[in-house]
């Protein structure tokens, strides 16, 4: 078990925006967080590497209580990407070394360089070394914030919403990526997501949250019309098609939102 | 995780190679065009005497005396108030994640404008004189600076206050700066309206920042400041890198975003306070110096604090010098000239855009 996370609690401005979230993730899984929009999925990724602090509850990384390691320790152990990713003057080179901040004293070593060029080919990105982020596509520019959280060689990744700019081919690409560098270096993904069909493809878990708490979680068997409905308000159906499960709205619910 | 394959890109250290040429080219141009400085000027003193001077040798007595008691004293004020002008407002268009930052966004000229205009207006500490050449004096420029320096403090101390309270978000420091630039501004205006022609004098001419007002003790403590600033910006280069990212990317990065910005601040308003106390304001360096060195070698702060030091060095020495040449034997106050000679090469960097 490399994270798990026990009763934790999130205020914000004295609202209770998350309560009773448990669960724990293993090496070499993914895990999708899913639910409605403003239901706290940002929120929870962003307690698990304290950029915000939960109320109460415990998070043990490797064992270790989060709330008594440093962040730079944290940015050791735990490599985040957010949503929106900004963009400057930098070349992808540049952009990504910046992930090495955590293991950076004064100065970039050898061994940063080669770790960061090593990313650069396991993602085949190397044609991209020197081009500059401000004049990349969307797809690219995920991949550079992909690359920069890969590079703090962690043993967790958070991901908000990796797919979410991303046009089919770009997501299924970005997503295999994330899935194959899980496997191979036995860490583990944490991501939110909208997507139930690119989830149940890439992820091994489930958290279903509904009113800031775990509704459902568990394996694919969770995934089931009766959860989903109950967890967005929105009957589907789950299929097969072409040997792949897919989730889609059920007929009666176009209706329903055509009232 | 590990990653064993990796080599070290010979592409990539031959990018990093060329940034470093030109700050290194940067510094030699500084070089030439400080000894170029010395050189012209009222007296005319000949290359080859200012450098076997500047040396140690003993030309003449008369070399030595314009040398060492004006014209160096001069020259490295202007670089180091350009040098402290320039990095401060680099480290400000990153701490406020604003290409528009610069020293003077937090209010502070217009605060040390107001100290000015106090210390010369209620505490009487200006008067004019007949001589043309330097028609308004300060009488009392130690109380002058004083006042401007502790209104400059206080300015910072607000800003300070404010981001405490409500959290040190960009916009809450930005907007703050704004509006107390514009109390200080009319602050200064009231004090104005009831002052008699000599104060008025005094106070507009004490706002034309001028590099010649400082001289060796002046001069090391703004050089002293200057270079703890410095060295503190360039140790938090990779934090400013982060921030520049995103604030979430900078968070995940380990670093602490709020108190980077705020230390930062406080730092950036400490530089511009000491400079505008003893020389008065001098716009446009703090803001588009970091700009100029953006269009040469990127955003990077790895390269950019260097570069912008250099810039800034460059041009607050140029428009010193051509200040000092372009209505001889009278000297135009350097804040006259910078934007003259700035705006020009800038407007030429927007319109090239970013050097392939």
């Known amino acids: ?259 | 995780m590990h990653f064993a394959d990796g080599e070290v890109p010979a592409d990539y250290l031959g990018y990093v190679r060329n940034k470093v040429f030109w700050i290194l080219g940067g510094l030699l141009v500084l070089l030439v065009l400080l000894v170029y400085s010395i050189s012209v000027g009222a007296v005319e003193i000949p290359i080859s005497d200012v450098i076997a001077t500047l040396l140690g040798q003993n030309v003449s007595h008369k070399w030595d005396a314009i040398i060492w008691n004006i014209r160096l004293p001069q020259a490295l004020t202007a670089i180091a108030a350009g040098v402290g002008l320039s990095v401060a407002g680099v480290a400000m268009q990153s701490i406020l994640r604003n290409p528009l930052g610069s020293p003077f966004t937090l209010g502070i000229s217009n605060a040390g404008a107001f100290g000015a205009a106090v210390s010369v207006i209620v505490l009487g500490t200006g008067t004019m004189q007949s001589r043309v050449a330097d028609a308004v004096t300060i009488n009392n420029p130690y109380l002058t600076t004083i006042m401007a320096f502790l209104f400059c403090l206080l300015a910072t101390a607000v800003i300070l206050l404010i981001s405490r309270i409500r959290g040190a978000s960009p916009e809450v420091m930005v907007l703050a700066g704004v509006a107390l630039s514009s109390l200080f501004t009319a602050g200064t205006m009231f004090l104005q309206f009831f002052s008699n022609d000599a104060q008025l004098a005094a106070v507009v001419f004490w706002t034309f920042g001028d590099v010649s007002r400082a001289n060796w003790p002046e001069l090391a403590l703004i050089a002293v400041i200057v270079a703890g600033a410095t060295i503190y910006f360039v140790a938090n280069r990779w934090n400013y890198n982060a921030i520049d990212a995103g604030d979430e990317t900078a968070k995940g990065l380990g670093v602490n975003v709020e108190r980077v910005r705020l230390v930062g601040m406080v730092v950036a308003a400490l530089v511009s306070a000491v400079i505008v106390a003893f020389l008065g304001v001098i716009g446009f360096v703090g803001l588009v110096c970091p700009h100029m060195a953006r269009r040469i070698i990127g955003d990077d702060q790895r390269y950019l604090i260097a570069g912008s030091c250099v810039m800034g060095g460059i041009l607050l020495l140029a428009s010193d010098t051509v200040a000092r040449l372009i209505v001889a034997p009278y000297v135009l106050p350097v804040a006259v000239l910078t934007a003259f000679m700035g705006a020009p090469v800038f407007i030429y960097l927007l319109l090239r855009g970013y050097r392939r």
């Open chain 1, 1 to 259: 078990m490399i994270l798990s996370v026990d009763e934790l609690r999130f205020l914000y401005r004295n609202h209770e925006v998350l309560a009773d979230i448990a669960f724990s993730i293993n090496e070499g899984e993914i895990v999708a967080i899913l639910g409605p929009n403003g239901v706290g999925k940002t929120t929870l990724l962003k307690c698990l590497n304290r950029i915000l602090t939960p109320e109460g509850g415990a998070i043990l990384l490797e064992g270790d209580d989060l709330s008594r390691l440093g962040m730079m320790e944290i940015a050791r152990k735990v490599g985040y990407v957010p949503q929106r990713v900004e963009t400057g003057r930098l070349t992808a080179f540049d952009a990504v070394l910046l992930g090495r901040r955590p293991h950076i004293g004064w100065d970039v070593t050898e061994k940063d360089l080669k770790v960061v060029d090593a990313v650069f080919r396991r993602l085949q990105m190397d044609h991209l070394r020197l081009s500059y982020i401000d004049e990349m596509s969307g797809g690219e520019l995920q991949k550079i914030a992909i690359a920069r959280a890969i590079v703090q060689e962690p043993k967790v990744l958070l991901l908000d919403e990796p797919t979410s700019n991303l046009d089919l081919k770009n997501q299924v690409n970005i997503l295999s990526i994330i899935a194959q560098i899980v496997r191979e270096h036995h860490i583990a993904a944490v991501m939110t997501m909208h997507d139930l069909n690119q989830a149940l493809r890439f992820a091994d878990r489930f958290i279903f949250l509904k009113g800031g708490r775990v509704f459902s979680h568990g394996g694919h068997d969770v995934i089931s019309p009766g959860v989903i409905e109950e967890v967005y308000g929105l009957p589907v159906v789950i299929g097969e098609l072409g040997g792949v499960r897919c989730v889609v709205p059920a007929g009666e619910a176009c209706g329903l939102l055509n009232d």
